[in-house]
């Protein structure tokens, strides 16, 4: 099914975090050096543009979606509590010093949510909210 595309930055947004989440979880095994580089490029990452991201679906898409059921989804709970569970786990890694267990887990973890969305938060967006309102959302220009 092809994206809507009043989604697709933030299909493509996925794409790129899940470029980031694979080398987090290829430096998880190398040595203290290593992982702490490939921390701290992803921690980059995340304040650069997943927590934009993040923002601009809390703030824009899960909104209508909350409109069009009349009421919270399920779905955007669990979308708000990942949210909020990533932030936990990769304040972990701000800590400094991270392990291959938790590097391993904010990469399994990111990646788990981003399926989330791609294949059940955004076809029910696609399906609920109206096609004016979804083309309606304006997203941040990207710089990629």
């Known amino acids: 099914m092809k994206r809507d595309p009043a989604l697709q930055p933030l ?5 790129h975090a899940l470029v980031q989440a694979r080398r987090l979880r290829l430096a998880a095994a190398g040595e203290k050096s290593q992982r702490s ?16 991201h993040f923002r601009e679906e809390e ?11 009349g009421s919270v ?6 979308v708000l509590t990942e949210h909020v569970e990533l932030h936990t786990l990769v304040l972990g890694l701000r800590r400094g010093d991270p392990t291959e267990e938790l590097m391993r887990e904010v990469a399994r973890r990111l990646e788990s949510h981003i399926r989330l969305e791609e294949k059940e938060v955004f076809p029910l967006a696609e399906q609920t909210v109206a096609a004016e309102a979804l083309a309606g959302l304006h997203f941040a220009p990207r710089n990629r």
């Open 11 to 15: 299909t493509h947004d996925h794409h």
């Open 37 to 52: 580089h490939a921390a701290e490029a992803f921690i980059a990452f995340f304040d650069a543009e997943t927590i934009n």
């Open 59 to 69: 703030e824009l898409l899960l909104p209508l979606m909350v409109e069009a059921a």
């Open 73 to 78: 989804p399920p779905l955007v709970e669990q």
